[in-house]
């Protein structure tokens, strides 16, 4: 029987969480197969580590060549040369896995292949799943490697996102003795001070404490302050057991920036398509039937000169400035997870993996979102539609000035429970090698959530016999390059409450798995799995003034909804360096978590996912170079889209207000590779074509655009250098990275700037490390050429990407 296959699968497999066996190895130092049977394979790092299995794609123990699954990892080697310190700036080494386009600013935000991404910790829930609007920053302090499963993967991991899931691998317990303090200096005020220590207390009790203080004022004023605690304990019962307990505490405040540089509100289709750089004042009509702003010829000649040729399409630069309010309070967090893992190996051919985990996350900010400078608009036969319009008080005109501004305050509590178990058997049946894997999950997540708004005087609500009962404070930006803020504190511009629920989401699922290994090369994998979700909705009541109709509190509503998913898999080894994979997947997940529900037999039906995959896997030089090639066409269905022919109040009861059978949909081609050329050579490099298309009515061809914030290509390297020098002990790691990000639209038709984008960029950064006994130093360069890009898409802009910096990081290792 194939036993323990042993792979650590770079550009399309993974890293599982701590095993049984290498729990044994630590504790007995043992070894748990011969040489002989371990096919090794490294990400980044010289190919001799070793790996227990291939985990998180498949929970089975296939090697590279054999897996038909999208996977990607990066290992703690490449995230040490890179020195970065959050899950964001790694996304760059992984193929389909970009910034979604957000008016947030805050949390990590990636999508995997235009699609939705779940956040896991060895597997276990990260936060921020099925479309939360508070999210956490996701540090790499307690992270050993990250891996990245693309498509569905409801039938082995539960409730999940339909792109695929990012799992973060977190540093585990040793018996072999080890410390590291770790000081980290930047620009902008940034430092950080780490302690991480493990060793083994008994000959079966291990423990690991790792602790990291951070503070930067940060570039353009974003600050971020993070304070980490980390302790576990492994324990080995005996030969054929061993539990692991884990904590983690996360306290960090971290600055939001929820708008970036703006595009301003500029649509050429009002101007017989001229650009902005065309468009005369001649060309800026008034409203011929005077609904609209009216403008003098001056100020019509005014508004024209403000006009820069790109106005419409890409985001008006402002150099080191913002629109961020003094009202803008941090993103606070407060996060505390608890795990409890337990391994059994009942015999050499059963084994049992379960895991416990409890996770509290407190989350609360105030940002400011809106803020558009509209300039010139013919929305829906009207010219300048008041407040959708240039600016003039007292018959001043201030064709900078922001309109239609919003504070948003914001105070989250979410608490969840998960369990996982996964029972696998093996078995040798005729010539074929059998693995047969039954898992049970169960989810439990409650989420508490009060938002309360603040506006500017542009927002006038009116009761039914056109009284105004609120008109908003905030004083206008007349000038979004220098704004004049308000004064006071959040509190004291009149804040209405328009959001206060309960939701809570509860999902369990079984499935089961096999994987035959056939001798002619054919490795299949057939996998089915019964999920079931029950989402139940409190509505609280909001200010009246904001939604009579929805001030009063309702009862606990709820809905459900169940059904299978699978995972159909085959691969076919041409030689032991050549293969090839098919894949096809279905998931399924809460439509969505922060969406109200009925509670009648109108609900809509969950969405799901559908996933293809067609790969090649080519190994070469004894095993130093691995890459792969995969077309994929991932989609998640099921999205809601207006009936054009309801009218409210009007239509029969017959007729649907909504339909559900929109989709986003994405395909491409993904290229990774991973190489130790020669001793001193070492390149990880990657690349992504993909079309993430927003499909949400099927009848209408308008809505078949870009989705938002995805790029159709993405490339990313980096290369090592190590070359010995001054007769040094050791060599000097030289290493050079180049990443590449095509433009991402930010297309809005309902904002009068369907054709915005956010202008693609090339950033190189440098670094160079010297180790020698126990110490460590190493310097990082970023943004070496100091371009001036946006690195991310905003709602209706762009995020300015860092200037140059260095940072400096030294380690004491004893």
Not at 20 to 44: G, L, P, R
Not at 134 to 155: C, D, H, M, Q, Y
Not at 310 to 332: C, Q, R, V, W
Not at 752 to 758: A, E, H, R, S, T
Request: aromatic content about 12%; glycine content about 8%; charged content about 25%.
């Amino acid at each position: 029987m194939k036993k323990f296959r042993l792979s650590l699968i770079a550009a399309a497999c993974a890293v599982s969480p701590l095993t049984y066996a290498q729990a044994k190895t630590d504790a007995n130092n043992s070894s748990v197969a011969n040489n002989s049977d371990i096919e090794v394979i490294s990400v980044y790092g010289r190919q001799n580590q070793v790996v227990m299995n291939s985990g998180l794609a498949t929970k089975s123990d296939m090697s590279l060549m054999e897996t038909p699954a999208a996977v990607v990892i990066v290992d703690s080697e490449l995230i040490n040369a890179q020195g970065v310190s959050n899950l964001q700036d790694l996304v760059r080494n992984i193929s389909g896995v970009t910034q979604a386009g957000n008016n947030y600013g805050i949390g990590d935000n990636l999508v995997v292949r235009g699609l939705g991404a779940n956040y896991t910790y060895d597997g276990m829930y990260g936060g921020a799943g099925l479309g939360n609007t508070f999210n956490p920053t996701r540090s790499l302090t307690n992270v050993e490697s990250i891996e990245v499963l693309k498509g569905p993967a409801t039938g082995l991991y539960g409730m999940g996102s339909a792109g695929g899931v990012i799992n973060l691998i977190e540093k585990k317990p040793e018996f072999e003795e080890q410390h590291a303090l770790i000081a980290e200096l930047g620009q902008w005020n940034t430092y950080s001070v780490e302690m991480d220590s493990t060793a083994g207390i008994t000959d079966d009790l291990a423990y690991r404490v790792l602790v990291k203080t951070e503070r930067s004022d940060g570039y353009r004023d974003l600050s971020n302050d993070r304070d980490e605690a980390y302790v576990s304990f492994k324990y080995v019962l005996s030969d054929a057991q061993e539990i692991m307990l884990s904590t983690a505490y996360i306290k960090d405040a971290i600055a939001v920036d929820s708008i970036g540089h703006p595009i301003r509100i500029y649509n050429a289709e009002s101007v017989d398509g001229k650009t902005a750089g065309e468009a005369s004042w001649q060309d800026l009509i008034n409203d011929p039937e005077g609904k609209g702003v009216q403008l003098s010829d001056a100020q019509r000649q005014q508004l024209a000169n403000s006009l820069a040729a790109n106005d419409g399409l890409t985001p008006y630069t402002f150099g080191h400035n913002g629109i961020i309010s003094p009202m803008a309070k941090d993103n606070e967090g407060e996060e505390l997870r608890v795990k409890l893992t337990h391994n059994i190996t009942f015999t050499n051919d059963l084994t049992l993996n379960h895991q416990l985990q409890f996770r509290n996350y407190d989350s609360g900010f105030a940002r400011q979102t809106g803020a558009y400078n509209y300039v010139y608009w013919n929305r829906r036969g009207t010219i300048n539609a008041d407040p959708r319009a240039p600016l003039v008080v007292d018959d001043v005109l201030y064709p900078y000035a922001a309109r239609r501004q919003e504070y948003r305050k914001v105070e989250a509590e979410e608490q969840s429970w998960q369990y996982f178990a996964d029972l696998r058997y093996d078995f040798t049946l005729g010539n074929v090698d059998n693995e047969f894997l039954v898992n049970a999950n169960y989810e439990d997540r409650d989420i508490r959530f009060r938002q309360y708004s603040i506006y500017d005087a542009d927002k006038v609500i009116k009761n039914k016999e056109g009284d105004v009962i609120y008109q908003g404070k905030l004083p206008y930006i007349f000038d979004i390059r220098n704004p004049n803020w308000a004064t006071g504190s959040f509190e004291d511009h009149d804040p209405l409450k328009t959001s206060d629920y309960n939701k809570t989401v509860n999902a369990w699922g079984l499935g089961a798995q096999h994987v035959a290994y056939f001798e002619n090369g054919i490795t299949t994998r057939v996998g089915v799995a019964y999920n079931r979700i029950k989402q139940s909705y409190e509505h609280f009541g909001v200010d009246a003034r904001y939604r009579a109709s929805a001030a009063e509190p309702t009862p606990e509503q709820d809905t459900s909804d169940s059904g299978l998913t699978f995972n159909l898999g085959a691969s076919y080894k041409f030689t032991d360096d050549v293969s090839m994979f098919v894949n096809h997947a279905k998931g399924r997940t809460a439509y969505s978590v922060l969406g109200t529900i009925y509670g009648n037999e109108n609900d809509r039906e969950d969405s799901e996912s559908i996933s293809n995959d067609i790969g090649l896997r080519v190994k070469a030089f004894d095993d130093q170079l691995v890459a792969s090639f995969i077309v994929f066409d991932s989609s998640r269905t099921n999205l809601e889209y207006a009936n054009p022919d309801y009218e409210e109040g009007v239509s029969a009861a017959s007729v649907p207000k909504s339909f559900f059978d929109g989709k986003e949909q994405t395909k491409g081609v993904e290229l990774d590779l991973n190489a130790v050329l020669t001793d001193e050579w070492k390149l990880n490099f990657n690349a992504v074509y993909q079309d993430a298309r927003d499909k949400k009515d099927p009848n209408r061809d308008s809505f078949d655009t870009r989705q938002k914030g995805v790029p159709y290509v993405t490339v990313g390297s980096w290369v090592t250098y190590s070359k010995e020098l001054f007769d040094f002990a050791e060599p000097i790691n030289f290493s050079l990275g180049h990443k590449y990000v095509d433009n991402r639209s930010t297309h809005s038709t309902s904002f009068g700037i369907p054709d915005g984008y956010v202008p693609s960029y090339s950033v190189f950064d440098a670094g160079v490390s010297y180790s020698n006994d126990n110490w460590k130093v190493q310097a990082n360069i970023y943004n070496l050429f100091d371009k001036v890009y946006y690195n991310k898409a905003m709602f209706l802009g762009g995020m300015p990407g860092d200037e140059r910096n260095v940072k400096l990081k030294v380690t004491y290792a004893f």
